[in-house]
């Protein structure tokens, strides 16, 4: 693979063309059909390159990159689940994309009943009564779910409920997303395998509590099997349970969050439900809420009429709008597509095989590495690195090793309860030859952590990028081309 | 094996205290410089600030994540490592010759709630 970093400003020919204006499809020419009022008074600044140039530069670039389409991905917490094609061929139809938001109710009914049958299909998967598809992507999700919560409790007259009860081994954005929507984060201890301490959790429980986040299996990968007694006591205390859905995957067509006594949860579309995320596309982050709290939901939602035809819809007592129209509708029509195309049967065999995938890989590894909570996992574990710590060997060090063997790294220093966090996730879609691959690297890797530890500390060696300067990275960050210029001149 | 002196207080939440005349000087032990690995920013509190024991009072972010720092004392801070904040690696060099914060405790006796040397090697062995 050869290096290329170029952008396409420095392809850039004055004059150079790839294209030609058609006269339109009245027989005028497209140009002179703009409103002078409305064409621009200086040249746009953009590239002059050939079709080839553009060919090139972006087929160079996307060799650079690393997706589910190229290798396995086993990033712990994020669902690198194969993004079937057909959900792209059904989202790329000219049907749907040229549709436009302000186009009139009844020439879009096609698309509405499609967001309609989403919200319905999610809202049984979960065993909740409600979903809006408006929040963008997993943490906006999360906020708007906060936003519910909050506005349950004002409605209530309750003012006092400003805690938000996060467990110390939660997702980052749990507190951050507390933070943002005004509330205040109280951390609850995990017990030594990592699920939630009851005892701890119990003298948090009074008046001022808004509510709790969890996710189930917890980061760690273990089923919180407390949650029902954990659900009592906080709605006994007057708090509402929120669930992250971040690891929903194992729990498909088996457990449903709402049946565990959640009140408000998100869904990242982007993970259980196959849409392509990270660098390939927007996400999407649906929130359920059980019916009492259905009114709070974000504007506008979509109902089913009488008559049968759907309809844009504001309420008065919902949070009010949290997304520019319906959200991120060309996600929703790939999530929905896959749903189909699996069916209810087939949605039922993805939590037992992620999980079957995940425990095959834990217990063909844990002779040479670390498995701090031992026991059946459900989606993904954690291990705290190498077992022998005398090579010096980190968890960075395997981490990049891995990329020289062509797989992607898991999650690395996350979650926090362990110094060497490695957080792998297979998903239910690889074979078991990949994961036979995977397990026959890794244990490799151990070998030579052993043997010829030099070579790991120094991985990757056969990236077009080597080993990365992180510490210089973080603290003088060239984020810019302009940055990188005036960088190179000194 | 990290390096603990044995003439300082610790907490278990891996910051280091030495009390002179009132006054106690904090910062993060070597062990916690090592858990962190190469620390690439510390955000301290500013001068005049009231720090509670138990309470954050700044964090230390590395390569690898983010963590809180957990004042062991109460009372005001008088002066915070300036030096720190251009070279946050001086951490990792020698976390107990940089210090953090210097405070005016207003409660002396709660360093007796702090651990000594020998019980905190107990707790970085575990």
């Known amino acids: ?490 | 094996m990290s390096k603990i002196l044995e003439n300082l207080r610790y907490a278990d939440s891996h910051e280091w205290v030495s009390l002179e005349d009132g006054i106690a000087t904090v910062g993060i032990t070597d062990y916690a410089q090592h858990a962190l690995g190469n620390i690439v920013y510390v955000d301290m509190p500013e001068v005049g600030d009231e720090v509670t024991a138990g309470e954050e009072f700044g964090a230390v972010e590395s390569v690898k994540a983010a963590s809180d720092l957990i004042s062991p004392v109460s009372g005001e801070v008088l002066e915070i490592n300036e030096e720190l904040e251009d070279s946050p690696e001086l951490l990792n060099e020698d976390a107990f010759a940089n210090w953090i914060m210097k405070v005016k405790v207003s409660d002396a006796s709660e360093i007796d709630n702090l651990l000594d040397a020998a019980a905190y090697s107990k707790i970085c062995e575990e």
């Open chain 1, 1 to 490: 693979m050869k290096y290329y970093d170029k952008l396409i400003f420095e392809l850039s020919r004055p004059g150079r063309k790839g294209y030609e204006l058609p006269a339109d499809e009245y027989g005028k020419d497209a140009m002179s059909a703009i409103p002078s009022e409305l064409m621009r008074g200086t040249e746009a600044e953009l590239p002059e390159v050939s079709e080839l140039d553009v060919v090139r530069h972006y087929t160079n670039l996307s060799m650079k990159n690393f997706g589910v389409d190229t290798g396995f991905y086993p990033l712990g917490s994020c669902t690198m689940k194969y993004n079937p094609k057909i959900n792209e061929e059904i989202a790329a139809m000219p049907q749907f994309t040229q549709l436009h938001p302000l186009q009139d109710e009844k020439g879009v009914q096609g698309a509405l009943e499609l967001y309609y049958n989403l919200q319905q299909a999610l809202a049984n998967i979960a065993g909740l009564y409600e979903f809006t598809l408006n929040p963008y992507a997993g943490a906006h999700g999360e906020l708007t779910g906060l936003m519910v919560m909050r506005q349950y409790h004002l409605s209530r007259g309750d003012e006092k409920r400003t805690k938000v009860i996060v467990p110390n081994s939660a997702h980052g954005t749990n507190p951050a997303s507390a933070m943002v929507a005004g509330l205040e984060v109280v951390e609850v201890k995990s017990k030594p395998n990592g699920s939630i301490d009851v005892e701890d959790l119990k003298p948090l429980l009074d008046d001022t509590v808004a509510g709790i986040m969890m996710t189930n299996p917890n980061t760690l990968g273990m089923f919180e099997t407390e949650i029902m007694e954990i659900a009592a006591l906080v709605h006994e205390a007057g708090g509402l349970l929120y669930y992250d859905g971040a690891n929903l995957n194992p729990l498909l067509g088996k457990v449903r969050p709402g049946d565990m006594g959640f009140d408000i949860m998100h869904i990242n579309l982007h993970k259980t439900f196959s849409t392509p995320h990270g660098g390939g596309g927007p996400g999407s982050g649906p929130v359920g809420v059980v019916e009492h709290l259905a009114k709070f939901l974000p504007n506008p939602r979509v109902r089913k009429n009488a008559d049968g035809s759907f309809s844009i819809e504001s309420d008065g007592e919902s949070l009010g709008s949290v997304s520019s129209f319906l959200g991120n509708f060309g996600v929703m029509m790939k999530a929905y597509a896959y749903i189909l195309t699996l069916g209810r049967e087939n949605l039922k065999n993805v939590g037992p095989l992620a999980t079957l995938n995940a425990n095959y890989i834990k217990e063909s590894l844990k002779d040479d590495y670390l498995l701090p909570i031992d026991g059946v996992c459900k989606h993904e574990f954690v291990f705290d690195g190498l077992k022998d710590k005398s090579t010096g060997v980190t968890t960075l060090n395997v981490a990049k090793r891995l990329l020289d063997y062509g797989f992607h790294a898991p999650t690395i220093y996350f979650p926090l309860l362990f110094h060497e966090s490695m957080m792998i996730e297979p998903t239910e879609t690889e074979s078991v030859e990949t994961l036979d691959e995977f397990i026959d690297v890794m244990h490799k890797v151990a070998a030579e952590a052993r043997e010829t530890p030099e070579d790991v500390k120094n991985a990757p060696l056969t990236t077009i990028v080597r080993k990365l300067d992180e510490t210089t990275a973080a603290k003088n960050p060239v984020l810019t081309y302009r940055q990188l210029k005036s960088a190179a001149e000194k």
